[in-house]
């Protein structure tokens, strides 16, 4: 029997040999969206992405008779633990074949790395934090993700539990449609509570993007500060988040709620891209940006990724007042179908929220996590 060989990642080489290993290993996969390469590329370089100067990280991959079989990220996000008190080290972008042997070398090569320089707890996956893609999916493997959501095939649980890693917390998915509109009642309180606050819901501004900008992040790094494993986006971060939403926000599904011009919500849904990237595989070029201009136009889903309300006007039905507004937009500008995601196991308000709506979880995520 082969043995597996670990190699840390220190020449470009191999980093390409990272960041292209999914693209090797899912290629008979039809429900894995292939991500464009050029934007790997970026998050995965730490000159180039912002998270990067604020953590540390190692790669590294696995090796198994002369095959590249896996791969894993050690990071230590110093915002994180500096947030939650806490001395975490984090594990991403895994992937590998099912071999319980590689992925045991994979795991113990980032848990050491990160217990060298002091971690005491080993959580993942996160790539590479809980404002980027993370959690690994544990049921509904036969549909593709939506956009910025993580796809796995079904045995990475047990390679990770098997390991000794163990659940530390659920993120849900919810399904919602067009079928079943918001209920009379919710939408008679709500508009009574809308009058009564004097709250206005708009579109973000195009015209005035990077302004409105600045207000969902004050908005962002407040509204979900108490949440589990939130970590505060930079304002490099946020900036090149804004970037890159900004060539598919669609305006009316981009909302800003304020009292007395006062930024006090926001939320953002936006067009399942996944919907065309699936036909790309990975690359703009030469036929990927006609393929997407082709496939962009027949999008059907949105995903609703933020939704949040800073903690002084909650409970004032300010987030419902956005539900409804992006229900109805959504359905106008021809969404007949969206994913709410995603959202913890323990936030009851928000889960209570897509119920009312009619949503359903329709997809489990997990993030696992052991001592070390």
């Known amino acids: 029997m082969a043995s597996i060989r670990i190699i840390a990642v220190d020449n470009r080489k191999d980093w390409l040999t990272f960041v292209k290993l999914p693209y090797h290993l899912y290629r008979k996969d039809p429900n894995w969206v292939p991500p ?38 050690a990071i230590i996000d110093h915002i994180h633990n500096d947030v939650h008190g806490e001395k975490t ?19 113990a090569s980032a848990r050491d790395w990160v217990r ?9 996956p996160l790539n590479p934090s809980q404002n980027e ?7 509904s493997f036969d549909t593709p993700p939506v956009l910025m959501m993580t796809y796995n095939p079904p045995y990475y649980a047990d390679l990770l539990e098997n390991f ?14 067009d ?32 302004e409105d900008v600045q207000k969902v992040k004050y908005i962002y790094n407040n509204a979900w500060m108490q949440n ?11 900036d090149h988040l804004a970037k890159n939403f900004k060539a598919i926000v669609k305006p009316e599904l981009a909302l800003l709620a304020e009292i007395d011009g006062k930024p006090v919500g926001f939320s953002l849904s936006v067009p399942n891209m996944n919907e065309a990237l699936i036909h790309l595989k990975g690359r703009l070029f030469p036929l990927g940006l006609p393929r997407l201009l082709y496939y962009t136009k027949r999008i059907s889903m949105i995903r609703i990724i933020i939704m949040g309300v ?3 006007h909650r409970n004032h039905g300010i987030d419902a007042m956005m539900y409804l507004e992006t229900w109805r937009n959504a359905v106008r500008l021809g969404y007949h179908k969206g994913e709410a995601s995603w959202i913890l196991e323990t936030n009851t308000m928000m889960k209570r929220a897509m119920q009312m709506l009619g949503g359903r979880v329709y997809k489990t995520y997990r993030l696992y996590e052991i001592k070390i």
């Open 36 to 73: 464009l390469m050029m934007d790997q590329k970026t998050l995965l370089d730490p000159q180039k992405h912002p998270f990067y100067e604020h953590a540390e990280t190692q790669f590294f991959l696995a090796v198994k008779d002369r095959h590249t079989v896996g791969r894993i990220a």
């Open 89 to 107: 080290g984090m594990f991403g972008f895994f992937e590998c074949i099912n071999d319980q042997e590689a992925a045991d070398a994979l795991l």
């Open 116 to 124: 060298e320089r002091g971690m005491t707890a080993f959580r993942g």
């Open 133 to 139: 893609d993370c959690g690994l999916l544990v049921d």
């Open 164 to 177: 000794g890693l163990k659940k530390a917390m659920n993120l849900f998915a919810y399904y919602i449609d």
């Open 179 to 210: 079928t079943q509109p918001p209920p009379e009642k919710m939408v008679r309180v709500t508009e009574k509570l809308r009058r009564k606050r004097n709250v206005t819901i708009r579109p973000v501004n195009m015209n005035n993007y990077w």
């Open 228 to 238: 589990w494993g939130f970590v505060p986006m930079t304002q490099k971060e946020f």
């Open 310 to 312: 800073i903690k002084k």
